[in-house]
């Protein structure tokens, strides 16, 4: 045989033995399937007495305009219990904070 041939054998055999190892090894295999798509469980969301909740809000806005802040924060907490995560749940939440600063000042006005 031409050393020539030679020299395309061996590679060739190379290559055959090259290709059984990675095929062994698992570095040539074909790429595996993508895992099933999981779509995401919808989120629930309570039912919220729209009306229960307003009459509530107007209720806390009356006892703030009347200085009755233990009382409108009650209220206020009630709109928050009905639904917090709600246009007048979130609003409710900021008055409770500004009366939760009155009642604060209003204490420390009265201990000086």
Do not use: W
């Not at 055999?13 to 790429?31: K, N, Q, R």
């Amino acid at each position: 045989m031409p050393s020539g041939d030679m020299t395309i054998m061996r590679t060739a055999i190379v290559l055959i033995y090259g290709m059984a190892f990675l095929l062994a090894t698992g570095c040539a295999s074909t790429p595996k399937a993508a895992p099933p798509v999981t779509h995401p469980k919808p989120v629930v969301r309570p039912v919220v007495d729209a009306k229960a909740q307003q009459l509530f809000y107007d209720k806390g806005l009356q006892l703030y305009s009347e200085e009755n802040y233990d009382e409108a924060r009650n209220a206020f907490h009630q709109v928050v219990e009905l639904g917090a995560n709600t246009a007048l749940g979130l609003k409710a939440e900021e008055n409770i904070r500004k009366i939760d600063q009155i009642l604060k000042t209003l204490k420390e006005i009265e201990s000086k």
